[in-house]
Nanobody
Framework: QVQLVESGGGLVQPGGSLRLSCAAS????????MGWFRQAPGKEREFVAT????????YYSDSVKGRFTISRDNAKNMVYLQMNNLKPEDTALYYC????????????????????WGQGTQVTVSS
């Protein structure tokens, strides 16, 4: 039970950087695994990154690891996605998601484990 609002998207040139933010409204933010997913037109929703525990356990898709970094600030109810060395194939609508329970704990990269979603922020990488 958390409301999520993404921000920070925009147009950036290949090789550039962008930082996405997700603001959560709720009193139990620290209990949720937080993830970033993205979806390009005509494509399936794709896992990007997640931070499962307050201790900072993270997972990344192979396509973004080494370039993207997910982090969270429980005191501020915020989660971030720092995106560096952006590529045209990173172009998508990026969603922040929150989930809790056994499914997301075991398989945190699957969107079905997340039951709270933001409305998305558009990231366009183009020269």
């Amino acid at each position: 039970q958390v409301q999520l609002v993404e921000s920070g998207g925009g147009l950036v040139q290949p090789g550039g950087s962008l930082r996405l933010s997700c603001a959560a409204s709720g009193r139990t933010f620290s209990q949720y695994a937080m993830g970033w997913f993205r979806q390009a037109p005509g494509k399936e929703r794709e896992f990007v990154a997640t931070v499962v525990l307050s201790a900072g356990t993270t997972y990344y898709s192979d396509s973004v690891k080494g370039r993207f970094t997910i982090s969270r600030d429980n005191a501020k109810n915020m989660v971030y996605l720092q995106m560096n060395n952006l590529k045209p194939e990173d172009t998508a609508l990026y969603y922040c998601a929150a989930g809790r329970g056994a499914q997301v704990a075991v398989l945190p990269t699957l969107p079905k484990g997340y039951d709270n979603w933001g409305q998305g922020t558009q990231v366009t990488v183009s020269s």
